[in-house]
């Protein structure tokens, strides 16, 4: 898909604008991951955050079919 003339620009416009610029730099330098505690994946913050996010889009659980196979290389 190609980009419109008009929205080509718009964001060399953008491009040149120090207020933007300093906008991103701040979010880059305030940036979390909600997920992480001392640098390590919180898997209850995970399954919480997964559970929120399903019921969030209105998915349905598939029920459990368990895996039959016998051997299972990678």
Known sequence: ????????????????SSLLKKDMQYLAAHRHN?????GKVDLDRLIAFLTDYNEFIN???KPFKPMIDKVMKL
Do not use: N
């Open 59 to 61: 998915h349905t659980p």
């Open 1 to 16: 898909m190609k980009i419109s003339i008009k929205d080509q620009k718009e964001m060399l416009r953008l491009s040149k």
């Open 34 to 38: 909600p997920l992480l505690v001392d």
